[in-house]
């Protein structure tokens, strides 16, 4: 990558890690309407596993051990943050490299 595309990811990770951190906390805690449809038709105490996502490790975008909720879901959204980048910026690397290679 050249320098300026390198330049515009940093600048967009950055923007996203500040959205993250400072903006995430201000989120509604009412239900998503997938989860409101849930209640409205009665089917939350019906969801399978649900007790696995109770062990997850940002389980409804806390932290465990960060007693401040808006510290606790900062530190979420900056973590779910680089888990989405690395993922995907490897991925780019990997299929970017595979074109490479092929003929």
Not at 2 to 23: D, E, K, M
Not at 31 to 38: G, Q
Not at 68 to 77: K, Y
Request: proline share 5%.
């Amino acid at each position: 990558m050249n320098r300026r595309t390198w330049r515009f990811v940093v600048a967009a990770l950055a923007c996203s890690l500040a959205l993250g951190a400072f903006v995430a906390p201000f989120a509604s805690p009412s239900p998503d309407a997938l989860e409101k449809f849930a209640q409205d038709q009665r089917l939350v105490g019906q969801a399978e596993g649900k007790g696995v996502w109770t062990h997850a490790p940002l389980s409804d975008y806390k932290v465990r051990g960060v007693r401040n909720e808006s510290v606790s879901t900062g530190i979420a959204g900056v973590v779910g943050t680089l888990a989405v980048f690395g993922l995907a910026f490897g991925l780019a690397r990997v299929i970017a490299r595979r074109k490479t290679r092929e003929p």
